[in-house]
């Protein structure tokens, strides 16, 4: 069992900044890749950004590509999502997931974080 917990989301003005944060416990934490998704009112959630076990690799949305990053500190179990340039069409509840390295689907999930974009 893995728990996340998200951070760092807020109220701000489009072009501006945010970084979110997630904070895993449980089983060993570096055994999972994890990931950020979004979800829009009325709209499915989606895929944002991920990162493997090792930090290594990162794979990005085309929506964010060039203005997010994800980045994770091992030592603290925790997974960065820095989002710049925001836009008005990046307002959502964020999630934060965490995949074991061997499967394919996220697992663990936590309740979210609201980011809103003003115009």
């Known amino acids: 069992q893995v728990q996340v917990v998200e951070s760092g989301g807020g109220l701000v003005q489009a072009g501006g900044s945010l970084r979110l944060s997630c904070a895993a416990s449980?089983?060993?934490?570096?055994?999972?890749?994890m990931g950020w998704f979004r979800q829009a009112p009325g709209k499915e959630r989606e895929f944002v950004a991920a990162i493997n076990r090792g930090g290594s690799q990162t794979y990005y949305a085309d929506s964010v590509k060039g203005r997010f990053t994800a980045s994770r500190d091992s030592a603290k179990n925790t997974v960065y999502l820095r989002m710049n340039s925001l836009k008005p069409e990046d307002t959502a509840v964020y999630y934060c997931?965490?995949?074991?390295?061997?499967?394919?689907?996220?697992?663990?999930w936590g309740q979210g974080t609201q980011v809103t974009v003003s115009s």
């Open positions: 997931a965490a995949r074991y390295w061997l499967n394919s689907e996220y697992s663990y």
């Open positions: 449980g089983r060993t934490v570096s055994n999972y890749g």
